[in-house]
């Protein structure tokens, strides 16, 4: 695609969360240091919330992998689950075998019998769930039945739930209270400002290895801000098509028409009721469609490969 173009070793702005691109943005530091401190002191349950695209998963796969060796975690990145669903997922990832035609006390008890287990080696047992908002609410009652056992001063089993604000919607539902008294932290993820993500897109060009200052300047910045709120997954998005269209055109800098281009063609972004947009738009010998058709042309023909 345009790897050689600007001189980066792989793709600066996909969408899966990587770990190896984490900028430590003030808001992200922040919910890591809640998770942290309310792990160590042994807290039951923990919430963290944002909108689509702020980095929850990010953060949560950044939690996995700096946890010290006296946890044990379990991951559920996807939890549309049955209660007996969740107890089999809760289990596996404890390496608690469930003997075939055991009912769901059995699976709560063996479960319970290995948190005394973890316990016992004075370890803290941590299950991890993405997109908690997916949860039905009878899984959510189970969850809370698993998490019962506990010693005289702790929970044998600590729950870190990341969801969208729907997730804060449902705990208010009178029949999940006694779960919503059991959070004793919460944190909710903010946007980034304008200058944060100025930083955030110079961050990630580094990290892919662009080494030359200015791609992408404070004006284009401050544009993809207004259409993006400061959510870096649209962030991201922007920026991609935005270095897709400099590299058809040949150029080694992002313009403010790349980014407007790169605006007007994301269905999320934010569009821009200014005048000088829609006529410098209307006006253009080419759309966005007709800019990538001509990105892909080029592709095709002076490159054998193409990354997706």
């Known amino acids: ?40 002191s042994g807290e039951g349950f ?11 998963t990010l953060i949560c796969r950044k939690l996995l992998n700096e946890l010290p060796d006296g946890f044990v975690t ?29 009912d769901q006390q059995e699976f709560t008890q063996l479960i319970q019998q290995r948190l005394i287990e973890i316990h016992k080696q004075h370890k803290n047992a941590v299950l991890i769930i993405d997109e908690a908002q997916a949860l039905p609410d009878e899984s959510i009652e189970a969850l809370r039945l698993m998490t ?12 870190v739930l990341f969801g969208q604000p729907e997730l804060d919607q449902k705990l208010r539902q009178p029949k999940l209270r006694q779960l919503l008294q059991r959070i004793t932290f919460s944190y909710k993820l903010k946007l980034m400002n304008a200058d944060q993500l100025y930083q955030y897109v110079r961050h990630r060009m580094a990290v892919a290895g662009y080494r030359i200052e200015g791609l992408f300047s404070p004006e284009c910045c401050q544009l993809m801000h207004k259409a993006s709120g ?26 403010v028409e790349h980014v407007k281009a790169a605006i007007e063609d994301t269905e999320a972004a934010k569009k821009m009721n200014r005048k000088g947009w829609f006529s410098w738009f209307s006006n253009s010998l ?5 800019v990538f058709a001509a990105v892909c042309t080029s592709i095709s023909a002076s490159h054998t490969g193409w990354l997706p």
């Open 230 to 255: 400061g959510t870096p997954r649209i962030v991201n998005v922007l920026c991609h098509k935005a270095l897709m269209l400099a590299y058809g055109e040949g150029v080694q800098k992002i313009s």
């Open 74 to 102: 379990a991951y559920i990145p996807n939890p549309y689950l049955s209660p007996a669903e969740l107890r089999r997922a809760v289990a596996a990832e404890l390496s608690v075998e469930l003997p075939e035609g055991s």
């Open 1 to 40: 695609m345009y790897l050689y173009h600007f001189g980066i070793k792989e793709l600066p702005f996909t969408l899966t969360p990587n770990t190896s691109y984490y900028f430590g943005l003030p808001s992200h530091k922040e919910a890591i240091e809640v998770l942290s401190t309310a792990l160590r």
């Open 148 to 159: 019962n056992l506990e010693t005289e001063s702790q929970k044998l089993l600590q729950v």
């Open 46 to 56: 923990i919430k963290v919330t944002g909108e689509v695209g702020t980095g929850k």
């Open 286 to 290: 080419f759309t966005a469609a007709s």
